[in-house]
């Protein structure tokens, strides 16, 4: 039980810190002098790797941290759709001899479709909409090409360059696509699953 316990509380409470924080717990342990990954690759016999001005790990660390910061999020809504499965039919299943995993594919992921897709509407909104905060904490020159978003665009266009009316289009641009997306996994949700979020 303790274990469990642990488990579940590294994964929810990166969602609830600032993604502040969240960056200089990156920044902790990535740095090249003490940070705690460098400083096991080179008890490792390894040589230490600048991750934060490396163009190629800018990405995997910015989708690790994004998993890492969310996971706990989306696992609490899906273990709340979980629990309110009927425990009947998987007890039902388990004298019917059906395994594990074909009770995960034949109960558990039908009665939780409708929230497995809300939560893929919700998040195909987003699509467009990197997380502005971490790419600018995480931002320097050295990973300029790699990391540049179309918030950190508007942000140079409207606060660097003074020029609001082109930084606020492309910004209700933006917003366009991402309705657009909810849109049609909207539609398309309801035609296939009967569950939409209008």
């Known amino acids: 039980m303790g274990y469990r316990r642990i488990v579940q509380t590294a994964s929810y409470l990166p969602h609830f810190i600032s993604t502040v924080v969240m960056v200089g717990i990156l920044v902790n342990f990535f740095t090249i002098n003490n940070g705690i990954v460098n400083n096991i690759i080179e008890k490792l016999g390894g040589e230490r790797i600048n991750f934060l001005i490396n163009p190629r790990w800018f990405r995997t660390l910015y989708v690790g941290s994004s998993i890492w910061q969310n996971f706990g999020f989306s696992s609490i809504i899906y273990i709340a ?26 109960i558990t992921i039908p009665l939780i479709a409708s929230t497995i897709m809300v939560l893929f509407i919700l998040q195909l909104g987003r699509i467009m909409s990197v997380g502005f905060e971490k790419v600018f904490l995480m931002y320097s020159s050295a990973v300029y090409e790699t990391a540049d978003v179309i918030s950190t665009y508007i942000y140079r266009q409207g606060i660097e360059s003074s020029n609001y009316s ?33």
């Open 81 to 106: 759709a979980i629990t309110g499965i009927d425990p009947g039919l998987y007890e039902a299943a388990k004298i019917d001899g059906i395994t594990k995993l074909k009770q995960v594919f034949y």
């Open 166 to 198: 082109f930084a606020t289009a492309i910004g209700l641009f933006n917003s366009l696509i991402n309705f657009a997306f909810v849109y049609a996994a909207n539609r398309i949700s309801r035609a296939t699953t009967q569950t939409s979020l209008w």
